[in-house]
Every structure is written in structure tokens, then in C-alpha cells.
T-cell receptor, first 111, second 113 residues
Framework: GENVEQHPSTLSVQEGDSAVIKCTYS??????FPWYKQELGKGPQLIID?????GEKKDQRIAVTLNKTAKHFSLHITETQPEDSAVYFC??????????FGTGTSLTVIP | ETGVTQTPRHLVMGMTNKKSLKCEQH?????MYWYKQSAKKPLELMFV???????ENNSVPSRFSPECPNSSHLFLHLHTLQPEDSALYLC????????????FGPGTRLTVL
């Protein structure tokens, strides 16, 4: 089956700096890569996703890049704010109903 | 609020108890999911239902028994659980079961004594 690895497990940045979280996947057939944000006491919430026919996608301060050849994808958050502090999960899927998740990155934005 | 509610939010049970987790979605979706979230481990998909029919069962032990009476409600019946089953159980829903955004509920924090 698919194996998704996520790094780093914890990340601290100063407010206003950028944060980058990286994931690798093993199954070259995976074609959908969502990113979720989970705040304390809440379930994960989709923040951005990318499909394998696109190399980059941006939504305001958040961007995701995908390198299909190397089988890795990354989440970039610019101009970080304290409310960006949360746990972020990457995932990969080739069927659209089976999602394989990374182990999460705990992001802390220091004011 | 995501439109997916779960009750109870917290549950403590003994290994011989029988309890049920409930999930309800108010989004008009057709697919519903149960996930298990343990510390330091990836989210694990347990079950998938599409139009009330179970379409995925990821080798989940029989002490977990799902029930989906309609597209808006999903239950997880628990019996004779083990301490290692302690985790956050998340319910999610999506418009369909293939490639659609999943909306998660807040989860039920389960502790098995």
C-alpha cells in the first residue's frame, strides 16, 4: 500500500516568517494530495489540495508544490500568523476514497 | 462548524462495556467515513459508506461494528474493546466517495480502561 512520510514533526517560526512542511509518498499511482489543518479540539479541515496534473497551486498565503518524479509535495505558508498554529497533515490518494495520511506537523507561530 | 457533529465528545468505558458513537452530517452528502486517530500515528481509515452501503472495511477488528441507517447518520458500535483502542475517533462525510473533499467532525475521545 501507499506510505506517506511527513517532516518535520514539529516546527516553530516567528510571526511573519515562512513555514514549509514536506511529504513524500511511495505509490506513483497516487494522484490527489490534500493538506489538512487540525486545531485543538477540532477535526481536520481541508486547507488546500493538488492533483497530479498540476505542479503548483496557491491560495492567498498558502501554496502547495508537487514533484511527481521525486514523489514529494510540500506545503508553504507565508507571512505566518499566530492563528496558523495547529497540526498539519498531508495525505495521498489514488482512488479518491482511500486516503493515506502523514503523521502530522505541529506548527507553532511565535508572536 | 463543519456541518458534521459527533456525540459523545468524550467517552470512558471498561473493556466489558458496550457503547455506541454517533455521527450526523447536515451537508446533504452521500458518503460517510470513520477514522481512528492515535497519537504519533497517521489517521487510519476504518470504514467507508456510500449511499448507506459499506464500500470499504480496512481490516478492522469485529469489536468495532459500523451502522449506517441513512446517508445522514453513521454509528460505531463498540464492545469488548482493548486499552489500545483508546484514541480519537473521527467521522467525516463527502459528496461522493471518489475524490471529493471530506468534512470532518470534532471527534469522540475514547478511553478504554
Amino acid at each position: 500500500g501507499e506510505n506517506v512520510e511527513q517532516h518535520p514533526s514539529t516546527l516553530s517560526v516567528q510571526e511573519g516568517d515562512s513555514a514549509v512542511i514536506k511529504c513524500t509518498y511511495s505509490d506513483s499511482a497516487s494522484n490527489y494530495f490534500p493538506w489538512y489543518k487540525q486545531e485543538l479540539g477540532k477535526g481536520p479541515q481541508l486547507i488546500i489540495d493538488i492533483r497530479s496534473n498540476v505542479g503548483e497551486k496557491k491560495d492567498q498565503r498558502i501554496a502547495v508544490t508537487l514533484n511527481k518524479t521525486a514523489k514529494h509535495f510540500s506545503l508553504h505558508i507565508t507571512e505566518t500568523q499566530p492563528e496558523d498554529s495547529a497540526v498539519y497533515f498531508c495525505a495521498a490518494s489514488k482512488t479518491g476514497n482511500q486516503f493515506y495520511f502523514g503523521t502530522g506537523t505541529s506548527l507553532t507561530v511565535i508572536p | 462548524e463543519t456541518g458534521v457533529t459527533q456525540t459523545p465528545r468524550h467517552l470512558v468505558m471498561g473493556m466489558t462495556n458496550k457503547k455506541s458513537l454517533k455521527c450526523e452530517q447536515h451537508l446533504g452528502h452521500n458518503a460517510m467515513y470513520w477514522y481512528k486517530q492515535s497519537a504519533k500515528k497517521p489517521l487510519e481509515l476504518m470504514f467507508v459508506y456510500n449511499f448507506k452501503e459499506q464500500t470499504e472495511n480496512n481490516s478492522v477488528p469485529s469489536r468495532f461494528s459500523p451502522e449506517c441507517p441513512n446517508s445522514s447518520h453513521l454509528f460505531l458500535h463498540l464492545h469488548t474493546l482493548q486499552p489500545e483502542d483508546s484514541a480519537l475517533y473521527l467521522c467525516a462525510s463527502s459528496l461522493g466517495d471518489r475524490g471529493y473533499e471530506q468534512f470532518f467532525g470534532p471527534g469522540t475521545r475514547l478511553t478504554v480502561l
